[in-house]
């Protein structure tokens, strides 16, 4: 999926299809992050849907998306991760330096993985695998989440003006 492809979907079909990509940004590790909040900024700016709403609705879709991967993770993590290790070798290496950070900085650990690209979606599936005080699990992501989502779309809002959907 381009920047054109998620810029005409939300300029679209609107800020409902914001939601929907960015629960899937957090669920889905092959969806492109770099992409997706930079193009809600794009949107905010050019097609007046107010740079907060769209803070606010990335920031609650971050949320909903990490919570589903959490008890992804929680009921299947163990099985989903010796299969991702499988059918993906290149990944081993991120989900290890997600786990040693985690171990390292207990939950502030949760928020510093939220700001590192890749290894930010595999920290939910992680948390929940390993059964991560779920209420801390969140308490320690939205400040992360918020971050990550912040950057993008600010980035899209200030510097996307040239960008045409």
Avoid at 22 to 36: F, L, R
Wanted: contains cysteine.
């Amino acid at each position: 999926m381009t920047m054109q492809d998620i810029l005409y979907y939300i300029h679209t079909y609107g800020l409902i299809v914001l939601f929907l990509m960015v629960v899937g940004e957090y669920c889905v590790p092959a969806i492109p992050t770099g992409i997706v909040m930079p193009a809600a900024g794009i949107i905010a700016g050019q097609a007046h849907k107010g740079i907060i709403n769209v803070m606010l609705i990335s920031l609650i879709a971050g949320v909903v998306g990490s919570i589903i991967l959490y008890f992804i993770g929680y009921f299947l993590g163990s099985t989903i991760l010796e299969k991702l290790k499988i059918k993906h070798p290149k990944i081993e290496d991120k989900l290890e330096k997600t786990e040693k950070i985690l171990e390292k900085h207990s939950f502030l650990g949760i928020f510093i993985c939220r700001l590192i690209p890749i290894i930010r979606t595999y920290v939910s599936l992680i948390c929940g695998t390993v059964k991560v005080n779920f209420l801390k699990f969140i308490i320690f992501s939205i400040p992360g989440i918020f971050c990550w989502n912040f950057t993008g779309i600010v980035v899209g809002y200030f510097f996307g003006g040239k960008i045409r959907f």
